[in-house]
């Protein structure tokens, strides 16, 4: 699987809530088989992943909120020491963003520019090793 650096946020946060339907449905889908196979080998990568295929936002081969989510991605590589190309299992990379990101004041600097920022800070739960906690 691809995920962009900062998808590893979203889907630790994600509720139910999406752009759209057809994203809504492409989520849902990514999360329920990042919970049933938690070692699912993730490769990290820059530009369009697994997740943006039904996306709203994407003009072609291209975000038209590339500049937003480069630095989202920039800002989870940096927090968390990794790097574009790298692959490990979802489980691993999932609990580093969390513990280096989202349980950290680094979340609000390297999410606070999202318009998704607000729902996922007053989200308690998260889907770390293929459950919810």
């Given at each position: 699987?691809?995920?962009?650096?900062?998808?590893?946020?979203?889907?630790?946060?994600?509720?139910?809530?999406?752009?759209?339907?057809?994203?809504?449905?492409?989520?849902?889908?990514?999360?329920?088989?990042?919970?049933?196979?938690?070692?699912?080998?993730?490769?990290?990568?820059?530009?369009?992943?697994?997740?943006?295929?039904?996306?709203?936002?994407?003009?072609?081969?291209?975000?038209?909120?590339?500049?937003?989510?480069?630095?989202?991605?920039?800002?989870?590589?940096?927090?968390?020491?990794?790097?574009?190309?790298?692959?490990?299992?979802?489980?691993?990379?999932a609990?580093?963003?969390?513990?280096?990101?989202?349980?950290?004041?680094?979340?609000?600097?390297?999410?606070?520019?999202?318009?998704?920022?607000?729902l996922?800070?007053?989200?308690?739960?998260?889907?770390?090793?293929?459950k919810?906690?």
């Open positions: 699987m691809k995920l962009r650096p900062h998808h590893l946020l979203c889907v630790q946060k994600y509720t139910g809530s999406g752009y759209d339907d057809a994203f809504t449905a492409g989520m849902d889908a990514l999360v329920r088989r990042l919970t049933a196979c938690p070692d699912t080998a993730v490769t990290l990568v820059e530009g369009r992943d697994d997740l943006c295929a039904a996306c709203p936002h994407m003009a072609g081969s291209r975000c038209d909120s590339e500049e937003k989510v480069n630095r989202l991605d920039r800002g989870v590589l940096e927090a968390c020491s990794f790097s574009a190309g790298e692959t490990r299992s979802w489980s691993t990379l609990r580093t963003a969390r513990e280096q990101v989202l349980e950290k004041e680094t979340f609000i600097k390297v999410c606070g520019c999202c318009e998704w920022f607000g996922c800070r007053d989200t308690r739960k998260g889907w770390i090793y293929g919810e906690d």
